[in-house]
């Protein structure tokens, strides 16, 4: 999830954030899968009845528009160059009602519903929202918001 959360860094979350609310589009949502018991951090991209497709350059769509850019507090550890490319190939599909489709923020280096494996997520296997950063080996990033 770098540049939002990266590696060693520390979370606060609310583990009751969608327990009366869907999350919406850009929301990040803290879930289980099937297969882990660990949790696993994503954005959420799409929600249901939204089309998700890649464009003719790779590019990845959600209702034929781009999804929104991603807000950074400061300036993370180790941020990856390349978070805006998408080298992963996936299926057009239509999120059933239900589910979202969820990507991580460094798309050349996530898990997320492009594969197969991953798929999308069901609300039901949604615990919560990361809220803000506790601890950061970049001090000034400790208190930020995870948008």
Known sequence: MCPTICIGERIIADMGAFDFVPPKRGDLIMFEVPFDRALYIKRVLAVGGDVVKQGDHGEILVNDAPPPPIIVCDKPPGRPDNILTNHIDFDPL?????SVFVLGDNLDNSFDSRMKEMGLVRLD????RPVFLY????????GCKTL
């Open 94 to 98: 239509t999120v059933p009602s239900g």
């Open 125 to 128: 296997q949604i615990r919560g």
């Open 135 to 142: 601890w950061s080996p970049v001090f000034s990033r400790i």
